[in-house]
């Protein structure tokens, strides 16, 4: 099972990016897929999920309304689209994948916002 995030970058506060996280091995509409960051320091949080069946999502209430978890199960991808980011969304971005055998991760891809 592999996890690959993409999408990743430096932005200004106030902009945008859309995380990709790419699987195989597993089929995203067959797992709750979760993304997770974890700046330099901190812990990781866990930002979003998107639970099957059912598609009920969650997120951390610092991103409520500005960030967007998204199912593709044709492409097998989990998205992640960011609005209105702020500086302290800086931090690398992981997705997971929990399915019956465990919770997979994937190696993040970084996000750094400037004020």
């Known amino acids: 099972i592999h996890l690959v995030e993409s999408g990743g970058g430096q932005v200004q506060a106030g902009g945008s990016l859309r995380l990709s996280c790419a699987a195989s091995?597993?089929?995203?509409?067959?797992?709750?897929m979760r993304w997770y960051r974890r700046a330099p320091g901190k812990q990781f949080e866990e930002v979003a999920y998107?639970?099957?069946?059912?598609?009920?999502?969650h997120y951390l209430n610092a991103v409520r309304d500005r960030f967007i978890i998204s199912r593709d199960n044709g492409k097998n991808i989990v998205e992640l689209q960011m609005n209105n980011l702020q500086p302290e969304d800086s931090a690398r971005y992981h997705c997971?994948?929990?399915?019956?055998?465990?919770?997979?991760w994937g190696r993040g891809t970084e996000v750094t916002v400037s004020s």
């Open positions: 998107i639970t099957t069946p059912g598609e009920i999502t």
């Open positions: 091995g597993v089929s995203v509409g067959h797992a709750v």
């Open positions: 997971t994948a929990d399915i019956a055998s465990g919770k997979y």
